[in-house]
């Protein structure tokens, strides 16, 4: 592990950006960390909301990171098939000490072949395509399996990153964070999961995502047929 | 109220930008919403973590708004003295249907004279100055007075959304929203609050902080001279 410990955080066209700031602020408010936003280029990337996001580094000037980090969104089915993306981490997390994701940016690192047999979780609405791409799905609020670790949905991040903090440096040091974002959610409603959500919320959802969904399911599906002519051809 | 329904958040340096975050992937997951991210200029604002924000629209030119909130960090201390800024949530106020903050951006909903004889919270850490700006200390998540609506530290911007969601459109939008982001918090400890957080963590967070909150108590000193002035000028 280097001194300062060095996390790149993926951000791409379409992500939810959520499953990227809550994570970030977590870590920056750890001592001693380095931390990269990471994509092809420096220009601004367009999120599902109005905001834009500036990368700090591109891909090809990325230093080996100790921590290697993919949010999600619907920008993640680009993901699935980019050969440029998939290659990035898979030679990152050849040496990354953790490999970690949170929200759809599960269905990455499996497309990278980083999930083969590990367990894992993603946004519930994307659980029954993780094991497609070689994870072992998992329903919890975070997984750690060796050093992958992953989040489920968006704000799922958050619980994701005090997590990993207290993996890599100590518990006092997560507490601290936790403290200072005064992290005591207290949700209005008790809506968040699909087992708790009033029926016709849940209805309403599911059929306002279903294209995305069959859209999912198709870049999923090229993706595990690439990963297994790739496992055909060694 | 215009539709779709204009929202503004203001975004500065030295702003904690999961204050801003939080709330804007709520508010980015209702339909109809028109939402702008307001500073003086266009230019990138550096934040409290290496993410630097593109805001979409200056103050200048920004159209009157239905709710305009302000998020918090470090850098609301400049702003407690910043007369384009505090004029200009001052001018909103006046016809915003909705005037709200995060964290210490309360503050500066107190500077700009918004707060007076409203009950509001702000972070833990800035509760005990928030009364010399004229608002009325609650400590509570999220706290509804009228039409002013604040929240607590940082992640609680999150359950101030979902809950600003369900007051302006209806519960079953703002439980969609929590659906869809998952919002099903499972926090590793119980740190988030001073009255949780071991005796230690408290005690080391609050050293850290001392010249933080020296510089901020200063800052609402002279906010608050200053509204007195304003207030005998009248």
Redesign the interface.
Known sequence: MTTPLRIGLLVFPDM???DM??P??VF?AVPDVE???LWKTLE?VRT???????P?TTIESCPQLDVICVPGGYGTDALLGDRDILDFLTRQGASARYITSV?TGALVLGAAGLLDGYEAVT??TAMDVLGDLGAIPVQD??VIDRNRVTG?????G??FA??LV?EIFD??T???V????????????D????H???P???A??QARIGPAKRRRAEAVSRAAARLAAAASDQ
Do not use: K
Not at 152 to 156: F, L, M, N
Not at 178 to 189: D, G, I, K, N, S
């Open positions: 939810t950006q959520l700031t809550g970030l602020q920056s931390i990269h936003l601004p599902d909301s109005v905001m834009r996001i500036n700090t929200c946004h519930w609020r975070v489920g949905g968006v704000t799922a958050i619980d005090l997590t207290a518990r006092a997560a507490e601290g936790q403290l200072r974002l005064e992290y005591v959610p207290h949700p209005p409603f809506a968040g999961s699909p708790t959500a009033p016709e919320v849940l309403g959802y």
